[in-house]
């Protein structure tokens, strides 16, 4: 079994705040096939239906090449997306209260203390 720091080594591709969404599915699959597998969805505006959708579909094509998808700022987003972990800067929500947004929430505050 691969160490969860294992799968953290290597490049860290981070998105632009703002993309076209073709380009941006197009530049991620070149990612993909040079080798790189960790990618920080960074996005500072409203979250729409259509650019959840999106991310989906981002991060089902990242999956599928065996990659981790990190969503920026928005714990809610990256569970309900099954994104493999959220970004938080200093200025954003602390870990337990990320932690409040997952339904498995109580089994893993304990891990926190």
């Known amino acids: 079994m691969i160490d969860a720091k294992d799968k953290l080594k290597g490049i860290y591709a981070i998105t ?37 959708d999106f991310f989906l579909v981002l991060i089902k094509e990242i999956k599928k090449k065996e990659g981790i998808t990190i969503i920026n700022d928005y714990p809610h987003l990256a569970h309900d997306l099954g994104a493999d972990g959220v970004h938080l800067g200093k200025a954003d929500l602390s870990v337990y209260a990320c932690l409040l947004y997952t339904s498995d929430a109580a089994d893993e505050r304990s891990s926190v203390d």
């Not at 960790?38 to 259509?50: D, L, N």
């Open 16 to 52: 632009p705040p703002k993309f076209d969404e073709t380009k941006l599915l197009h530049d991620i699959n070149i990612c993909l096939g040079c080798g790189i597998k960790i990618f920080q969805i960074r996005y500072k505006e409203e979250i729409t239906r259509e650019l959840k």
